[in-house]
């Protein structure tokens, strides 16, 4: 009797541990497979904020190519910014919604390209964030080369002995830029009058088919019909101005036109001459003058921040004339930017992390 009991007890005794056993290893598998589902849905998420991140960059490049960034500048001179609003939210087919945020970085010696850093994160999981960055440039009606700019661009030689003056970028500071880019050598240069605040005379190797293609990244006629075009439709909104003799005033330029958020590109035609500038106006932007200046008169009471460019000789300058580099407008840019015609991206720059 005691013998089927002790056997009874130590059935019991298995079948409880076996049980315990079950229970535990259902245990085990039903934690593994929530685990599983876990991380498969973190996987899913992840995949799709990487998806939408991507998608951030695209817009980031659309929005520079219709807007200007209101750039803050840190020390150093990174400038940063974000578009007047981020993207929508985007969401997926399983009712996730990801939030989308954007930054744009530049410095000045990355010639004009832009980082668009674009982060994405969905709202059942926020601890989950995917980071992406593609260098862009905008690519507008100036090559870099017009863009960065000297106050005075000349295919040819220049008398500044008339007294006047030219800010170059950094005026007067140890990075002083040029205040003069020549196709002459310095023998070409003569100076006396001109004060050129720190900056030096710049020679330059325009190419065979001239200074257009320089400081111009479009044919000349295709130019020309895109100021012809801004004529039409907004006349008093203009970022391309091909001048006609009607804009002159007893062939003078009189007109303040450009700001530094709009910067004019103006292009004084070969039939127009070397018109002079005065009456004090005030021009942002660049000022492209197709015929030879040798012999036009002083110029007057005239300022411009940009850049201007003369096929051929140039000594027109007078004592109440200042040519300015943009960044020495109170509120100027350190380089030219008119609209984009396009946003390249740099091939390589893009990253994930």
């Given at each position: 009797?005691?013998?089927?009991?002790?056997r009874?007890?130590?059935?019991?005794?298995?079948?409880?541990?076996?049980?315990?056993?079950?229970?535990?290893?259902?245990?085990?598998?039903?934690?593994?497979?929530?685990?599983e589902?876990?991380?498969?849905?973190?996987?899913?998420?992840a995949?799709?904020?990487?998806?939408?991140?991507?998608?951030?960059?695209?817009?980031?490049?659309?929005?520079?190519?219709?807007?200007?960034?209101?750039?803050?500048?840190?020390?150093?001179?990174?400038?940063?910014?974000?578009?007047?609003?981020?993207?929508?939210a985007?969401?997926?087919?399983?009712?996730?919604?990801?939030?989308?945020?954007?930054?744009?970085?530049?410095?000045?010696?990355?010639?004009?390209?832009?980082?668009?850093?674009?982060?994405?994160?969905?709202?059942?999981?926020?601890?989950?964030?995917?980071?992406?960055?593609?260098?862009?440039?905008?690519?507008?009606?100036?090559?870099?080369?017009?863009?960065?700019?000297?106050?005075?661009?000349?295919?040819?030689?220049?008398?500044?002995?008339?007294?006047?003056?030219?800010?170059?970028?950094?005026?007067?500071?140890?990075?002083?830029?040029?205040?003069?880019?020549?196709?002459?050598?310095?023998?070409?240069?003569?100076?006396?009058?001109?004060?050129?605040?720190?900056?030096?005379?710049?020679?330059?190797?325009?190419?065979?088919?001239?200074?257009?293609?320089?400081?111009?990244?479009?044919?000349r006629?295709?130019?020309?019909?895109?100021?012809?075009?801004?004529?039409?439709?907004?006349?008093?909104?203009?970022?391309?101005?091909?001048?006609?003799?009607?804009?002159?005033?007893?062939?003078?330029?009189?007109?303040?036109?450009?700001?530094?958020?709009?910067?004019?590109?103006?292009?004084?035609?070969?039939?127009?001459?070397c018109?002079?500038?005065?009456?004090?106006?005030?021009?942002?932007?660049?000022?492209?003058?197709?015929?030879?200046?040798?012999?036009?008169?002083?110029?007057?009471?005239?300022?411009?921040?940009?850049?201007?460019?003369?096929?051929?000789?140039?000594?027109?300058?007078?004592?109440?004339?200042?040519?300015?580099?943009?960044?020495?407008?109170?509120?100027?840019?350190?380089?030219?930017?008119?609209?984009?015609?396009?946003?390249?991206?740099?091939?390589?720059?893009w990253?994930?992390?």
């Amino acid at each position: 009797m005691r013998i089927t009991t002790q056997r009874g007890a130590a059935t019991l005794l298995t079948c409880l541990a076996l049980t315990i056993a079950s229970i535990a290893l259902a245990i085990s598998v039903a934690h593994t497979a929530t685990l599983e589902q876990r991380m498969a849905r973190n996987s899913l998420l992840a995949n799709q904020a990487q998806q939408a991140a991507n998608a951030g960059l695209n817009f980031g490049s659309a929005w520079l190519k219709m807007h200007h960034p209101d750039w803050l500048s840190l020390p150093g001179g990174l400038e940063i910014a974000t578009p007047t609003s981020n993207p929508p939210a985007m969401s997926s087919s399983s009712g996730d919604s990801f939030a989308i945020n954007l930054t744009f970085e530049r410095a000045p010696n990355w010639l004009g390209y832009i980082l668009v850093r674009a982060t994405a994160s969905p709202s059942s999981a926020p601890e989950i964030e995917a980071r992406v960055s593609q260098y862009v440039r905008p690519s507008g009606v100036l090559t870099a080369a017009g863009e960065f700019a000297s106050p005075l661009i000349v295919d040819g030689c220049a008398d500044l002995s008339t007294t006047s003056d030219l800010y170059p970028a950094s005026a007067d500071l140890p990075d002083v830029g040029p205040a003069l880019s020549a196709s002459g050598d310095a023998a070409c240069l003569i100076g006396g009058g001109t004060n050129l605040h720190g900056g030096q005379l710049q020679g330059e190797i325009f190419p065979s088919t001239g200074l257009w293609d320089y400081v111009f990244s479009v044919p000349r006629d295709e130019l020309l019909a895109m100021a012809t075009a801004q004529v039409a439709a907004f006349p008093h909104e203009r970022d391309y101005w091909w001048a006609t003799a009607d804009d002159l005033s007893a062939g003078e330029w009189r007109h303040s036109i450009g700001s530094p958020q709009r910067p004019i590109i103006l292009v004084i035609p070969a039939e127009l001459g070397c018109p002079g500038f005065s009456g004090g106006a005030v021009i942002v932007g660049f000022i492209y003058i197709e015929a030879d200046c040798t012999g036009a008169p002083a110029w007057g009471d005239f300022h411009l921040y940009g850049s201007l460019a003369v096929t051929g000789q140039f000594n027109s300058l007078g004592p109440s004339s200042r040519l300015a580099h943009i960044g020495q407008h109170p509120s100027g840019p350190n380089r030219i930017e008119p609209p984009p015609l396009e946003v390249i991206q740099l091939a390589g720059s893009w990253k994930d992390f």
